[in-house]
């Protein structure tokens, strides 16, 4: 390729073409597409001012405006879309601005790309030009709405659990991005997010056990401990991750059987005098219950009395 000498006026001029239209992808119009004319303009733009320049400060100004013209989008477009929404709306526009991020990204990056293949490799300490695209929108963006994206979140899964219908393909693009963009330095914004989960359905089951233990029957609890680990697993299956799924039945089964195996059996004496049962027996066997055990096959009566007669004699 012949060199073409460009002045750094004019070449940040036609850098500024190419962002301006780049920029009208997160502005709304995602269809916006650039020709094979121009992408070559662009990007042999980028290429003549490194290579004639050949001056470090003069590639570093490129580099800049890289950044730049993200962080501009992000005050300009990208926090005003959200910064007034709340619940599913918040969530929903979210998803599009991400999306249409990334795709204007992907244009700039194109442009610029000369910048990553023989500028950035001899300064380590710069971050790749795919980094400065996550890097802006995490620390502008993602960090400054975390709070109410989980609170979000956690809405829709708690209005599924009440019967409630919710968009489930909604939630499972939100927990994608929490994944996409948790920080390559160990930051992981999904199991931040799983860890607060985990938290609040231990709690809600804890509850839940000791109103249904009040006003239940013993077979009438474990029907609805089948039922529950049954609905949060399909729960799980439409937009949590499979090793999230595991860890929501271990939690379930720790506050609905475990923590309460004792009261559970001394519930069932009651309700049939003359049965003595062997607790511990009991609380091993209610700690090893699995989903299986609590198929269509087996009614939660008969589930219970297994469980009696394998750990109880009659006086």
Known sequence: ?????????????????????????????????????????????????????????????????????????????????????????????????????????????????????????????????????????????????????????????????????????????????FVEISDYRGVNYYEDFEHILLTEISGYYSRVASEWLLHDSSAEYVQKVFWCLNREKQRAHQYLHPDTEAKIEQVIRYNLLDQIANKLMEKKQAENSGIMTDYQEMLSKCAGMSLQEGSSSTSPEEWLSKLMASSAHIC
């Open 1 to 177: 390729m012949i060199l073409k000498y460009i002045p750094l006026d004019e070449g940040m001029m036609i850098m500024d073409e190419a962002i301006v239209k780049a920029k009208k992808i997160i502005e709304g119009y995602p269809e916006t597409k650039f020709s094979g004319e121009e992408y070559q303009r662009f990007y042999r733009c980028v290429y003549f001012m490194c290579t004639y320049h050949g001056s470090n400060e003069k590639t570093m100004q490129l580099y800049e405006k890289f950044r730049n013209s993200f962080e501009e989008s992000i005050f300009s477009t990208v926090l005003p879309s959200l910064i007034n929404k709340q619940g599913e709306n918040l969530l929903r526009e979210f998803v599009v601005i991400w999306s249409n991020y990334k795709l204007m990204a992907r244009w700039l990056c194109r442009f610029f790309e000369y910048l990553d293949r023989f500028f950035i490799p001899q300064h380590i300490e710069l971050e790749s030009l795919n980094g400065i695209s996550f890097s802006c929108f995490r620390e502008m963006v993602f960090k400054k709405l975390y709070c109410r994206f989980i609170e979000a979140a956690l809405t829709l899964i708690n209005q599924e659990r009440e019967g409630l219908q919710i968009n489930c393909e909604l939630l499972k693009d939100v927990l994608d991005i």
